[in-house]
């Protein structure tokens, strides 16, 4: 009998908004990102093992991690 099992990432965009960078200094369109990564087994995403935001610049391309509070309050806006 084969186990075949491993980890899933899946992106999705959840916002754009309008902010000055933290890494260049620029007003520039901020692209947020949820990155989820999920246990499968398979092939089926069973349990999601953990969970980030990432913000990145349009202008620099600079990545920063992003609290879930803080994405949540850039998505409402």
């Known amino acids: 009998m084969f186990l075949i099992f491993g980890l899933r990432t899946r992106v999705t965009r959840s916002a754009v908004v309008q902010q000055v ?3 260049c200094g620029h007003q520039a ?3 947020l990102t ?3 990564t ?4 398979f092939f089926i995403p ?3 093992v953990r969970t980030r935001h990432i ?4 202008f620099c391309a600079a990545e920063y991690p ?3 509070a803080e994405a949540e309050h850039l998505m409402a806006a």
């Open 46 to 48: 069973l349990i999601p």
């Open 38 to 41: 999920k246990f499968s087994l």
């Open 29 to 31: 369109a901020q692209v």
């Open 66 to 68: 992003v609290d879930r």
């Open 21 to 23: 960078c933290r890494h």
């Open 55 to 58: 913000q990145q610049c349009t």
């Open 34 to 36: 949820r990155r989820s």
